[in-house]
């Protein structure tokens, strides 16, 4: 009796402690989606008959434009970049597997503000056409014009692109070598092997690489803004900054969710009735190279290479020539400050989300009932709402909090305290907690995918609590998870721009905004530096990531001789 007793004291410790705080935690960062649609339904007089003759149309077809054109772009590139370095032989190709990866640690706008610089009147290139060809006069030659919808589709994927490959590099990894075997063993050429049997496979991978770089697309608002193209998401800074409606504003950032839940709703249902299977055996044979000749590895260089050095070499030079140019100007103690506030504010919200993620994927193993998947869902819908759809939601809820203690301490102590949340640090990091959650409870739970059951149990014999065998025995199995979640989350939020512009503190810059302010007053050379530092933060991650994809295949092929020796 007293073993059944101890056994339910502790399910029912399991279910209160964990899984009730799960819950509160996925009830608080779902807050600001809930509120950005009770905002919404507050009256906003007659700014919605001006919207809707002028500018929302324009809002609309903008951004639809721009995700369709995003979407097929990177689904090009990032399909195939990553078959060819995943299963073609030709010069460079190790090289390509982790170059591809790069271009993920340029943040949009700031790849946009190198490419304008590069490209503008006064940049070197038109200077240079100018003077080899004698022009005098814009009107005496035609040059392409970055700044228009066009530009900004072309940037935001050779940034973007990465999403796609990564996740269709790891699917063509982890293919059935046996069905390529007998796809080929049937005459199918490469092509057609390509189109009928590893592409089909791939493609739940892909989708989910396309919505993620269209989730980016939609969250971006330092390219738009300087390209002066404008979508739903600098509708909503513009309508509630600009008109002073935070109720229209909130109405707009409905509509853009609505957007990101059409795009996973139609994600889904590609996939509904669908089924995917590998043979779990062929997965670990190395997989088949084919060997391109001279011309088509020649070809297979130029795919490959122009993604590299279009998105992030020639960026990369570009920042490189203007931080030096500009070093004396740029480098000053108010610029040191701001790169301290990046620091420190992006620091403490990875570290605050690693700790929440790894408290909810801990819940889930424990107890993974439907509670805790529906409040899982909850608490990763932050990363599928752009940051400025966030910092409307923020504030209406944080705002209620601190009148209410205003209210409490006037009445009873008669203090005034003011504002305690809004408009202070503490919002720009609960917004990157909100946003960025999903990313770290998904690297964590993969993680914790791959430590046995076997030691849960053994460690309960040993007579350790759930948060001791956590402490003891999970952390250290799954640190590497846990480092890369953080460093993934902490770059993460040094590159948010539109959520860190809205809810900062008066007087309190970052590097983002530091970069985005000098950019929109056409000082790129003052902004340069600033947005190397941003980049050179970014690339650590990627390599991290690089690393971990081509180890990925490497264990696969060393494990049926492990399990074989182990018998």
């Known amino acids: 009796m007293a073993a059944v007793a101890a056994i339910l004291n502790t399910h029912l410790w399991r279910w209160s402690g964990w899984t009730t705080g799960a819950v509160i935690i996925a009830v608080i960062v779902s807050l600001p989606i ?7 339904l507050q009256p906003t007089e007659d700014i919605w008959i001006h919207l809707v003759t002028t500018s929302f149309p324009v809002y609309v077809k903008n951004t639809l434009l721009l995700l369709v054109g995003v979407a097929c772009s990177v689904a090009v590139i990032g399909v195939a970049t990553a078959w060819l370095v995943s299963m073609c032989s030709f010069p460079g190709r190790r090289i390509f597997e982790w170059l591809l990866l790069f271009p993920l640690a340029f943040p949009a706008y700031v790849i946009a503000y190198a490419y304008t610089d590069l490209l503008e009147y006064a940049g070197p290139i038109q200077s240079t056409l100018r003077i080899f060809f004698e022009w005098s006069h814009p009107a005496d030659y035609w040059f392409p014009n970055l700044r228009s919808i066009g530009g900004a589709i072309i940037l935001m994927s050779l940034v973007l692109y990465p999403y796609v490959y990564l996740l269709a590099r790891s699917a063509f990894l982890a293919q059935s070598v046996n069905t390529l075997e007998i796809s080929r063993a049937l005459g199918r050429t490469s092509w057609q092997t390509f189109f009928l049997v590893s592409l089909p496979g791939a493609r739940p991978a892909i989708v989910v690489g396309i919505a993620l ?11 738009v803004d300087f390209f002066a193209v404008p979508t739903l998401t600098a509708g909503i800074i513009d309508v509630w900054l ?42 670990y044979k190395p997989l088949p190279n084919y060997s391109l000749t001279k011309w088509k590895g020649m070809c297979a260089v130029i795919i490959c290479g122009i993604p590299v050095v279009a998105g992030f070499v020639v960026p990369v030079v570009v920042l490189t020539r ?8 740029s480098w000053t103690p108010s610029f040191q400050k701001l790169a301290v506030n990046s620091l420190l504010v992006s620091g403490v919200a990875a570290l605050l989300t690693v700790a929440l993620a790894l408290f909810i994927s801990y819940s889930r193993r424990l107890n993974d009932g439907r509670t805790l998947q529906f409040s899982g869902t909850l608490a990763t819908l932050g990363y599928a709402v752009p940051g400025a759809v966030l910092a409307v939601g ?14 409490f301490f006037e009445r009873y102590f008669g203090v005034s305290t003011g ?26 739970e993969s993680s914790l995918g791959t430590v046995a059951l076997s030691v849960d149990m053994a460690a309960r014999t040993l007579g350790y609590s759930a948060r001791g065998a956590m402490m003891r025995f999970h952390v250290p199995l799954i640190s590497g998870g846990l480092l890369t979640a953080l460093m993934i989350v902490f770059v993460d939020c040094m590159k948010e721009l539109p959520a860190t512009l809205i809810l900062r503190p008066f007087g309190f810059e970052t590097l983002a905004t530091h970069v985005f302010y000098f950019a929109s007053d056409e000082m790129l050379g003052q902004s340069a530096l600033g947005s190397l530092t941003i980049v050179l933060a970014g690339v650590m991650p990627v390599l991290l990531l690089c690393r971990l994809i081509i180890k990925s295949r490497q264990k696969s092929a060393e494990w049926p001789q492990h399990s074989i020796k182990h018998k």
């Open 213 to 223: 770089a269209s989730m980016e697309t939609l969250n971006d608002y330092g390219t």
């Open 34 to 40: 809930v509120s950005v649609f009770y905002l919404a």
């Open 242 to 283: 600009g008109m002073g409606s935070l109720a229209a504003g909130a109405q707009i950032a409905a509509m853009l969710v609505l957007f990101v839940v059409l795009l996973i709703t139609l994600e889904r249902a590609s996939r509904r009735r669908k089924r995917y299977y590998q043979q779990a055996a062929s997965r």
């Open 322 to 329: 203007l931080s030096i140019i500009y070093f004396n100007e």
């Open 394 to 407: 923020i504030l209406a809820p944080l705002g209620l909090f601190d009148n209410a203690v205003d209210a």
């Open 419 to 444: 504002l305690l949340l809004s408009g202070t640090i503490a919002a720009v990091v609960f917004a990157y907690i909100v946003r960025f959650l999903t990313i770290a409870v998904g690297q964590i």
